[in-house]
């Protein structure tokens, strides 16, 4: 599992991701007002996804 040190050295290809793959845009003030937690579990899932650019840059396959 990754975790946040992993993550954000590549913040600009999770930002990508999440629009791309999840229709979340992370500079929607509205994204921010919502609780944390379901956002926090799809960064953390796209070390899992096989289609992430941040898994990619983490060494995916």
């Known amino acids: 599992m990754i975790g946040w040190a ?3 050295p590549h913040w600009t290809l999770v930002v990508a991701d999440l629009a791309r793959l999840y229709g979340v845009d992370l500079t929607d003030p509205a994204v921010w ?3 944390g937690a379901p956002i926090r579990r799809l960064i953390v899932g ?3 996804e096989p289609s992430s ?3 990619a840059a983490l060494g995916g396959d």
Do not use: K, N, T, V
């Open 33 to 35: 007002a919502r609780p």
């Open 53 to 55: 650019r941040l898994r």
């Open 46 to 48: 796209l070390g899992d």
């Open 6 to 8: 992993d993550i954000l």
